[in-house]
């Protein structure tokens, strides 16, 4: 126990968070509703606003001293020891068009005495597949509640390579991602959204990687995966922090074995 709040605690929160942003997602899903443009163009739902404003309301009154970050209803009390960082639908594309592989990213990050916030627990929640990845420092990932783990890849070349779309890169990360796919076995463009990551904690594929990431879409998964034995960077190999999204153009890069990822990283910040 730190600071009065025990990881047990905040552990059972980020379920119940995950069970009721579940239901208020499932109860949109595959129905008709208004879709909006928010101002950098993305589009936002009901489902989005309520299920973080929901998951909101339960942190507040289980930790009132916690700060919060979401991408629907902004910042709170963002300097607090424990900061809760949510993105309710991760993939409201797919949700839109009925593709039951968006996801709510539930992350718990806390600050050492430095002021410097670390990632410290994290859940992949897919309410339509029912699947949940929770694991986080000290806490071997699961999902479902059995150990998901991820596997070993001999090299680079024999690696499988995921992402959501090629259209989010800008600048020169095309042509660097251009070279990693060239040395990997195979790319696949998924729509798959937060779901890869899942796929590389289980051991089901080898390497997500992505770019243009916001704070919200990344704070979960970096427990989650380095929980779960993952190596989990920008793509110059540093660690993700809050500032990333800026300072690294939020680009990550996810492998599940340390030599593809050290590989990887070559290619990508070259």
């Given at each position: 126990?730190?600071?009065g709040?025990?990881?047990?605690?905040?552990?059972d929160?980020m379920?119940?968070?995950?069970?009721?942003s579940?239901?208020?997602?499932?109860?949109?899903?595959?129905?008709?509703?208004?879709?909006?443009t928010?101002a950098?163009?993305?589009?936002?739902?009901?489902?989005?606003?309520?299920?973080?404003?929901?998951m909101r309301e339960?942190?507040?009154?289980?930790?009132p001293?916690h700060?919060?970050?979401?991408?629907?209803w902004?910042r709170?009390?963002?300097?607090?020891?424990?900061?809760w960082?949510?993105?309710?639908?991760?993939?409201t594309?797919?949700f839109?068009?009925g593709?039951?592989?968006?996801?709510t990213?539930?992350?718990l990050?806390?600050?050492?005495?430095?002021?410097?916030?670390a990632?410290?627990?994290?859940?992949?929640?897919?309410?339509?597949?029912?699947?949940?990845w929770?694991?986080?420092?000290?806490?071997?990932?699961?999902?479902?509640?059995r150990?998901?783990?991820?596997?070993?890849?001999?090299?680079?070349?024999?690696?499988?390579?995921?992402?959501?779309?090629?259209?989010?890169f800008?600048?020169?990360?095309?042509?660097?991602?251009?070279?990693?796919?060239?040395a990997?076995h195979?790319?696949?463009f998924g729509?798959?959204?937060?779901?890869?990551?899942?796929?590389?904690?289980?051991g089901w594929t080898?390497?997500?990687c992505e770019?243009?990431?916001k704070?919200?879409?990344?704070?979960?998964?970096?427990?989650?995966?380095?929980?779960?034995?993952?190596?989990?960077?920008d793509?110059?190999?540093?660690?993700?922090k809050?500032?990333?999204e800026?300072?690294a153009?939020?680009c990550?890069?996810a492998?599940?074995?340390?030599?593809?990822?050290?590989?990887?990283v070559?290619i990508?910040?070259?």
């Amino acid at each position: 126990m730190a600071g009065g709040v025990s990881q047990e605690s905040c552990i059972d929160l980020m379920h119940r968070l995950a069970d009721l942003s579940g239901a208020i997602a499932l109860s949109h899903f595959r129905t008709s509703f208004a879709v909006d443009t928010k101002a950098d163009e993305s589009p936002v739902t009901i489902a989005d606003r309520d299920g973080e404003a929901a998951m909101r309301e339960a942190i507040r009154k289980a930790f009132p001293g916690h700060g919060i970050i979401g991408e629907e209803w902004g910042r709170e009390n963002e300097d607090a020891e424990y900061l809760w960082i949510l993105d309710p639908i991760d993939g409201t594309a797919s949700f839109i068009n009925g593709v039951p592989l968006f996801g709510t990213l539930i992350g718990l990050w806390r600050r050492a005495r430095s002021g410097e916030a670390a990632p410290w627990l994290g859940c992949i929640n897919h309410p339509a597949l029912k699947e949940r990845w929770i694991g986080g420092d000290g806490l071997p990932t699961t999902m479902n509640g059995r150990p998901a783990r991820v596997r070993p890849c001999p090299r680079l070349k024999a690696a499988t390579v995921y992402l959501t779309a090629g259209d989010h890169f800008v600048g020169d990360q095309g042509m660097r991602f251009a070279r990693l796919e060239a040395a990997v076995h195979r790319r696949r463009f998924g729509g798959t959204d937060c779901y890869h990551y899942g796929m590389v904690a289980s051991g089901w594929t080898d390497i997500a990687c992505e770019a243009g990431l916001k704070l919200h879409d990344y704070a979960a998964i970096v427990p989650v995966l380095q929980a779960a034995g993952a190596t989990v960077s920008d793509w110059n190999g540093k660690p993700l922090k809050l500032e990333s999204e800026k300072t690294a153009g939020g680009c990550v890069v996810a492998c599940g074995d340390r030599a593809v990822h050290a590989a990887a990283v070559e290619i990508l910040s070259a």
